[in-house]
C-alpha cells in the first residue's frame, strides 16, 4: 500500500529544524502538567489507560497512544515485519469525520494560542500546520504502539514480564495531514495576524451551518466536506524474535474501535495460527507492579467483539488482520488480545484431561455460607484441565440431585444451593469438540460449620460458637479478627476441630469500630475456601489514660504536667478549666502533657478547683482534678522594728541609729501591705 505524500514534503524537512524548537511549546500545552486537558479531544478518555505523564516530553507521551493524540473516526495500518524480525515498517492512514473533526480544529486552535499570534482567534491557519505535524510526529515516537511481540512457548505474561516491549524508532515517525485548511472552504481568506506569510491561508473552526467546507462540491452530494485525513510513516522496533518459528502477538485492545490492523510476517508457509483469546476485564486504570495477575492461556472469556483473519499460502505472504473492537464505555475495563502462532504440527485432538491442580476423586467443597452461592468461580475451574484447544471452548458440566440445583452462570463460574446440615454429590466432566470426556469426578458440597456469637461487643478475648457438621470429616480452621481486606498474619490462630466447639478470639490490635471475622478451612481431601464474617461486632472505645508526675507552686505560680496514653491508639485533644472556666491551652509533647503557669495571685482567694479533661476521637473522656489553694498569697507578713543600739561607744557616724531605724519601717510596711 502506497501512501499519499503531499508535494512540500521536502518544507517539512527543512523546516524540521524550528518546528522543533516549537515542540516544547506545543506539547506543554497539549499535555499540561496538571492532567486536567486531555489530548486533542475533550470527549475522550485519555492518558489513564497505562497511567498519567508528566515531565519532559517522553515522559507526557509514553503513557498514551496514537487514538489519544489523533483520535480518529476510522483508521487503517499497515505493518509489515522485516525478514530479519528486527522492526516493523508501518503505513497509517486516519479519517476524522463529522463534528468530530470540528471539535478537533477548535482544540488545536487554542493549543496555538501561546505559539502564534493567530492561535486562540478561532481560526485555524496554513502557517499553523507545520506545527501540527511536527508535535503528532516526536509525541508518537514516545507513544506506545500497542503491540507486544515475544518469541518462545506460549503464555501470556507473569512476573517481571511486560508485553509492552515493541517502540517506535527514534526519528522514525512522520505525520501528514489533507485537508486541515480546506483551499475551498467558503469562508477562507488570507491571514490576519501580525507575522503570518505572505501566502498564509485561515479557516474557521467550525463551518457554516452548510457545512460548506469545499464550494466546488455541492451539498447533494453527501459528501463530508470538512473531514480530515491524516497519514503515519514509522518504523516499529520489534526485540528478541531470531527466527519467528514460534512467538506470540499480544495487543492491547482498550479503548479503540473501527480499526483495521493488517499485520505481513516474513514468508513462512509452516506458520499457522495455534490459539487466538480476548482477556477481557483487566482494570487498566493503573499499571501493575508486577505483572502477577497475568490469565493462563487458553481460559480467558471473550465477548467476540474483536475478530481477526489468517492468511497463508506458499504463494502469498503470510497475513494476520486484526479488527479490535472495545467501545470507550466499558472504561476503565480493557481488552488484551493474545494469538499464538507457530510451525509445529497440529496436535492429535486428545481427549481433555484433568490437570494437577484439580480436586481429587471424593474431594469436599467447603461452604461457609448457606443458601445460593458460587462454589466454583472460573479462575478455579479453568485450572481443573487440560486440553490442545482453549480451556473455555470445552464444554464443562456439573451436575446433582435437582434440590441443589447446580448451574454455570454467564461467568462460567457454577453455583447451587447449600444448606447446613444438607450435603450433596456433585459429579463433573469436561467435555471437548468431538465429545471426549476427561472422565467423571465425584465431590461432596456443603457446609462444614455453623458459626454465632453471645456478644455484639468486642471482648477480650471474643467467644464465638462453631457448631459442627457431624458428616464432614476433621477440619483445621484458620481465624483472626480484622477491620480490612488485609489480615495481620501475626493474629492469625489455628485449630483443628471434629466437634462443636467454643474459640477465644484475641481482639489485641482493634481500634473502635465494626470488627469482622476472617476464617479459613482446610484439611485432608478438602477444597481450602475462606470467608470474612461481618456479625455486627463493634470495638467499643476505651478513655484515655492520664496520670500526674509533678505539679506545685513557684511563688505565687502554679503548674503541672504528666502523662498519657489511649488503650485504642486514638489521638487526644485535651482542655484546662479553672472553676468551669476556660483557662488556656494544654501543651502536648509526646506523650506528655502540661498546663500553663497559672498565676493564682490574679484569682480570689481560697480553694480553687484545676481540671484537664483528655478526649479522644472517639469522645470517650477522662480527667484529672486538682484542688488548689491560694490563701498563703494573701497572708499578711510582718517583720518587727529593730532594737535600737547604742553607738556612743562605737566608731560610727552620729545619725547612724537614726538611719537603721527608718530602713526597718520601711520594710514592715512594705511586707505588710495586703495583695489585691
Not at 441443589?404 to 446440615?421: K, M, Y
Request: glycine share 6%; aromatic share 10%.
Amino acid at each position: 500500500m502506497s501512501i499519499p505524500v503531499r508535494q512540500n514534503m521536502s518544507c517539512f524537512s527543512r523546516t524540521r529544524f524550528l518546528t522543533s524548537i516549537c515542540v516544547i511549546l506545543m506539547i506543554s500545552m497539549i499535555f499540561p502538567l496538571d492532567n486536567k486537558q486531555p489530548v486533542l479531544n475533550s470527549e475522550i478518555v485519555t492518558k489513564d489507560q497505562l497511567g498519567g505523564g508528566g515531565g519532559s516530553l517522553e515522559e507526557r507521551c509514553s503513557s498514551i497512544t496514537f487514538e489519544d493524540i489523533l483520535p480518529y473516526t476510522h483508521a487503517h495500518f499497515d505493518i509489515v515485519v522485516d525478514d530479519d524480525w528486527d522492526s516493523a515498517e508501518v503505513k497509517a492512514r486516519a479519517w476524522i469525520n463529522g463534528t468530530s473533526v470540528d471539535l478537533l480544529r477548535e482544540k488545536l486552535d487554542s493549543y496555538l494560542e501561546e505559539l502564534y499570534p493567530s492561535g486562540g482567534d478561532g481560526w485555524i491557519s496554513t502557517d499553523e500546520r507545520s506545527a501540527v505535524e511536527a508535535v503528532a510526529s516526536e509525541c508518537i515516537e514516545y507513544a506506545m504502539t500497542r503491540i507486544g511481540l515475544r518469541e518462545s512457548t506460549p503464555h501470556r505474561g507473569g512476573v517481571g514480564l511486560d508485553w509492552k516491549n515493541t517502540t517506535w524508532q527514534d526519528n522514525g515517525v512522520v505525520i501528514q495531514e489533507w485537508n486541515l485548511v480546506p483551499s475551498n472552504h467558503a469562508d477562507i481568506r488570507d491571514c490576519t495576524a501580525i507575522g503570518s506569510s505572505s501566502d498564509c491561508l485561515e479557516v474557521p473552526v467550525f463551518p457554516n451551518s452548510e457545512r460548506d467546507c469545499n464550494t466546488l462540491i455541492d451539498a447533494s452530494e453527501g459528501v463530508d466536506e470538512c473531514r480530515l485525513e491524516l497519514w503515519m510513516n514509522a518504523t516499529m522496533v520489534i526485540p528478541s524474535i531470531d527466527d519467528g518459528d514460534e512467538f506470540t502477538l499480544a495487543f492491547n485492545a482498550s479503548n479503540m474501535t473501527n480499526a483495521v490492523l493488517d499485520f505481513t510476517f516474513p514468508n513462512n508457509p509452516d506458520l499457522r495460527l495455534d490459539m487466538w483469546e480476548e482477556c477481557e476485564g483487566r482494570d487498566v486504570g493503573f499499571e501493575p507492579p508486577t505483572h502477577d495477575d497475568a490469565p493462563l492461556r487458553g481460559t480467558c472469556i471473550g465477548d467476540n467483539s474483536s475478530d481477526y483473519i489468517f492468511e497463508n499460502t506458499e504463494d502469498e505472504e503470510t497475513k494476520f488482520i486484526l479488527m479490535p473492537h472495545r467501545s470507550r464505555d466499558f472504561w476503565p475495563s480493557g481488552e488484551d488480545i493474545f494469538v499464538d502462532f507457530t510451525t509445529a504440527p497440529v496436535p492429535i485432538n486428545n481427549p481433555p484431561s484433568w490437570s494437577e491442580n484439580a480436586p481429587e476423586d471424593g474431594t469436599w467443597f467447603a461452604s461457609l455460607e448457606s443458601g445460593q452461592i458460587v462454589w466454583a468461580d472460573w479462575n478455579s475451574v479453568s485450572s481443573w484441565f487440560n486440553d490442545e484447544k482453549p480451556i473455555w471452548q470445552l464444554e464443562i458440566n456439573c451436575s446433582s440431585d435437582s434440590s441443589t440445583n447446580i448451574n454455570q452462570l454467564s461467568d462460567r463460574s457454577f453455583s447451587g444451593t447449600i444448606t447446613f446440615g444438607q450435603d450433596t454429590q456433585v459429579m463433573c466432566e469436561a467435555i471437548d469438540d468431538l465429545g471426549q470426556s476427561s472422565g467423571i469426578r465425584t465431590w461432596n458440597l456443603g457446609v462444614p460449620i455453623f458459626l454465632t456469637t453471645s456478644s455484639e461487643i468486642l471482648l477480650e478475648p471474643h467467644p464465638v460458637s462453631l457448631q459442627f457438621n457431624e458428616n464432614w470429616p476433621e477440619i483445621t480452621i484458620q481465624y483472626a479478627f480484622t477491620q480490612s481486606q488485609n489480615i495481620n498474619s501475626e493474629n492469625i490462630e489455628s485449630l483443628t476441630i471434629s466437634s462443636d466447639e467454643t474459640i477465644l478470639i484475641s481482639s489485641n490490635g482493634m481500634i473502635p469500630g465494626l470488627v469482622d471475622l476472617w476464617l479459613e478451612i482446610n484439611g485432608d481431601d478438602l477444597y481450602s475456601t475462606e470467608k470474612i464474617f461481618s456479625f455486627g461486632i463493634t470495638k467499643e472505645s476505651s478513655p484515655p489514660i492520664i496520670s500526674v508526675t509533678e505539679y506545685g507552686w513557684e511563688m505565687d505560680i502554679w503548674q503541672a504536667q504528666g502523662q498519657f496514653s489511649d488503650p485504642d491508639g486514638e489521638d487526644v485533644q485535651f482542655s484546662l478549666s479553672v472553676d468551669g472556666l476556660s483557662a488556656g491551652t494544654i501543651s502536648v509533647s509526646g506523650n506528655s502533657w502540661s498546663t500553663p503557669m497559672i498565676n493564682f495571685g490574679l484569682w480570689d482567694e481560697g480553694e480553687h478547683e484545676v481540671k484537664v479533661i483528655g478526649c479522644d476521637v472517639s469522645s470517650k473522656c477522662n480527667e484529672v482534678i486538682f484542688m488548689v489553694n491560694n490563701s498563703h498569697l494573701f497572708q499578711s507578713q510582718v517583720i518587727d522594728s529593730i532594737t535600737p543600739v547604742d553607738d556612743s561607744g562605737s566608731g560610727l557616724l552620729p545619725g547612724f541609729s537614726m538611719f537603721l531605724t527608718i530602713l526597718s519601717l520601711t520594710i514592715g510596711l512594705i511586707y505588710s501591705t495586703r495583695r489585691d
